[in-house]
């Protein structure tokens, strides 16, 4: 759990799920894969839509290896790969995993530590 101004978060709703491993090849380049943070937090005190108020955490998407901006899309509380474009990009780059580390964080004047990270990894067979 994290501190957050006297709260435990205890748990990130949705995003508690996020994150796993991928094996991607040429029949299954199709579609996307995605998640959706539902806002939701579990403290101490219970849980509620952390969106509905200030200072929201806010979502963000790193790569293991630079190129792959064209492949993948995040918005406030979603993350989206797309398949095919990931494929056909590892195919070309030579690459036979990626990682991607996806961080919740909220914002450092509500919070000292309260940042949670999931990976999603990537395997080009």
């Given at each position: 759990s994290q501190h957050l101004f006297g709260i435990y978060i205890a748990q990130m709703g949705g995003f508690?799920?996020?994150g796993g491993t991928y094996d991607l090849d040429s029949s299954s380049a199709v579609g996307e894969i995605a998640y959706s943070y539902?806002?939701?937090i579990t403290d101490q005190y219970g849980t509620y839509n952390a969106y509905a108020h200030f200072d929201a955490p806010v979502i963000n998407v790193a790569t293991s290896k630079s190129g792959y901006?064209?492949?993948?899309s995040y918005k406030v509380n979603s993350f989206?790969?797309?398949k095919a474009a990931l494929y056909k990009k590892?195919?070309?780059s030579g690459d036979t995993k990626l990682e991607f580390t996806i961080t919740l964080k909220f914002d450092p004047r509500s919070s000292n530590t309260a940042e949670f990270t999931k990976t999603v990894v990537i395997n080009l067979k």
């Open positions: 508690d799920a996020w539902d806002g939701m901006s064209d492949c993948f989206t790969i797309d590892m195919v070309e």
